[in-house]
């Protein structure tokens, strides 16, 4: 006798299952996620096993240093793309990418899958939020509507997989894995238990075919992938799609890859006809004035095997509130309250009664600490109204001593600085003397830097 189907809240948010209804998720500690789902016989896929399947009884072992041939990739043609997945896409491999609505997702999917159409790939698009005509609309903007893209609109996950059997696509997009629906679950499309159930029986068609999967995330207000992060962890790589809607760049950052780096990045430009690599990807980033008035300071920053430079912009203000501001974009904020703390309490600068402004030019976001000295002479520039030495480039750590650390790959950043016209470099103690008839002036302390660049904020 089949079971009962039973209920059961389930967090919308991380994925915990509670037995009752509470207002508080016991998992993730959000608020008001929790939504009744029905529990039948079968957690998850399209079918129960039927009984008496033949099933192999011997697993089989290899030894830890067999050979084995490395998965042929499959080169897209797109510098940047290729670039971010390693060097190309790998068969039988799935791929999430997510990213904020509007950003780019389709229009970059779309010309992919066009391009390997037109290289002799059979290749599948599959849409459950737009109808063909929109689709259709989208390919003609962005001159691709001759390409032999087979194009699907459904949401049923039987009907897709049964459609994807027959055609044994190599390329195969789903947009998105949030609309898709199993009619084994009773739950809702876009709930945590039709995300996982679609997700997995994707991928292990995926598996089983060789063909190369990309599901396309929905992302929640924090900007992470919406649904619970086991989704995450069933597919082989897992991209975000980020830029601000503003600017013309976006960045296609990789947080998990099982084929190739974690840590490159590929750089696109928007344009009429959809999105471009990038002609210059170290100097997109960089305003033209180049902070001529203070107040900005170019930073020399590593993303994978790509040396960067952006601009990191600061303003310092008198208060005129009780409590002063601290406002950043594109930086961490604790960072620049440690940085602040550090300028105050080894520098003997005082902050206290200040507004404090700090934005990285271009959408560009900081994450590494090699940062700080370039955000530490953007705010001493706008102190003291003068600007930084012209053509120079600033890197390195500041610690809670008021010591500038060494960071990785010096060299590299000096180079491509060097390449790209400037003639001053600010580093950590201990940094090559020369590089490329590169002027480089070494900075142990911080204090240091201050008598530099704003010598007259420490008599104030």
């Known amino acids: 006798m089949a079971k009962t189907a039973t209920s059961a809240f389930v967090c919308q948010s991380c994925g915990e299952v509670h037995s009752k209804w509470t207002g508080k998720c016991n998992g993730c500690g959000e608020w008001n996620t929790l939504v009744e789902e029905a529990v039948g016989a079968v957690p998850g896929g399209l079918a129960p096993a039927k009984s008496g399947t033949k099933r192999s009884s011997k697993t089989e072992f290899v030894a830890l240093n067999a050979k084995t041939e490395a998965p042929q990739r499959i080169v897209m043609g797109v510098e940047e793309l290729d670039r971010a997945f390693g060097g190309g896409l790998v068969p039988a491999s799935a791929t999430l990418i997510g990213g904020d609505p ?64 027959a ?12 609309t898709m629906w199993s009619d084994s679950l009773e739950a809702a499309p876009g709930s945590v238990g039709q995300v996982r159930a679609c997700a997995q029986e994707l991928t292990r068609w995926a598996k089983r ?10 992302v929640t207000k924090e900007g992470t992938i919406a649904g619970p992060r086991v989704v995450e ?16 760049f976006r960045i296609l950052r990789a947080v998990k890859n099982r084929y190739g780096p974690t840590d490159e990045i590929g750089i696109f430009e928007m344009h009429q006809y959809g999105l471009a690599p990038a002609k210059e990807p170290s100097a997109l980033f960089l305003s033209a004035d180049g902070g001529a008035e203070g107040g900005a300071a170019v930073f020399a920053a590593m993303e994978g095997s790509r040396p960067v430079l952006a601009e990191v912009q600061a303003l310092v203000a008198k208060s005129a509130y009780g409590t002063p501001r601290r406002s950043v974009v594109g930086w961490d904020t604790g960072r620049l309250a440690m940085l602040l703390a550090v300028l105050e309490a080894r520098c003997g600068i005082s902050l206290a009664g200040m507004d404090v402004y700090l934005s990285v030019a271009g959408g560009y976001r900081i994450s590494e600490p090699a940062g700080d000295l370039a955000a530490a002479a953007a705010l001493l520039t706008s102190l003291s109204a003068a600007a930084a030495p012209e053509r120079s480039v600033f890197f390195g750590e500041v610690a809670l001593s008021g010591a ?32 490329d008839g590169l002027t480089i002036t070494p900075i142990k302390r911080l204090i240091e830097l201050v008598d530099l660049l704003a010598p007259d904020a420490l008599n104030a």
Not at 233 to 248: A, L, P
Not at 423 to 435: C, H, K, L, Q
């Open 102 to 165: 509007g950003i780019g997702k389709s229009t970059l999917l779309l010309q992919v899958a066009a391009r390997l159409a037109r290289n002799g790939l059979k290749t599948v698009y599959v849409s459950g939020e737009e109808a063909a005509a929109q689709i259709q609309e989208r390919a003609v903007r962005l001159k691709v509507a001759e390409s032999p893209v087979q194009l699907a609109t459904e949401t049923d996950l039987r009907k897709i997989l049964s459609a994807l059997k």
């Open 167 to 178: 055609a044994q696509p190599d390329f195969v997009v789903i947009d998105s894995i949030q």
């Open 209 to 218: 075919s060789g063909a190369a999967l990309v599901l396309v995330g929905h």
């Open 233 to 248: 962890h069933m597919v082989d790589t897992v991209f975000y799609f980020e830029g601000e809607r503003g600017h013309q």
């Open 404 to 435: 500038v650390r060494p960071v990785a790959r010096i060299e590299q950043r000096l180079k491509e600085a060097a390449r790209l016209g400037f003639t001053r470099a600010y580093v950590p103690e201990g940094s090559p003397a020369t590089v």
